[in-house]
Nanobody, 123 residues
């Protein structure tokens, strides 16, 4: 199986920046899309961003567009999420995910998921 591990969460003041990192325990081969989703207490899961294997397809939730940037290092099985201009509404557990699929969608039910990393934004 594939293990997914996130890091980089923490406590940050509104307007600040945080970068999340994610590492897959092993390569899952070509056509592995990766993404981030988040869930806050009492709220539904929200797809934040995703990126296809090639990097040609990138999607962002409207709520983070222009503030968050997703990137990946395919050779190192790593995924990143640069978050800037953070708002208290961004407070949530952030999960990294991956799956063998071409393209990506924010609503995708990812096969491989991490345990999450908490991001808390205070004003």
């Amino acid at each position: 199986s594939v293990q997914v591990a996130e890091s980089g969460g923490g406590l940050v003041q509104a307007g600040g920046n945080v970068t999340l990192s994610c590492t897959l325990s092993r390569s899952t081969g070509d056509d592995t899309a990766m993404g981030w989703f988040r869930q806050a207490p009492g709220k539904e899961r929200e797809g934040v961003s995703c990126i296809s294997w090639s990097g040609r397809t990138i999607r962002y939730a409207d709520s983070v567009k222009g503030r968050f940037t997703i990137s990946r290092n395919t050779a190192k099985n790593r995924l990143y999420l640069q978050m800037s201009s953070l708002e208290p509404e961004d407070t949530a557990m952030y999960y990294c995910a991956a799956d063998l699929t071409t393209g990506c969608t924010l609503e995708y039910e990812w096969r491989y998921r991490g345990q999450g990393t908490q991001v808390t934004v205070f004003s």
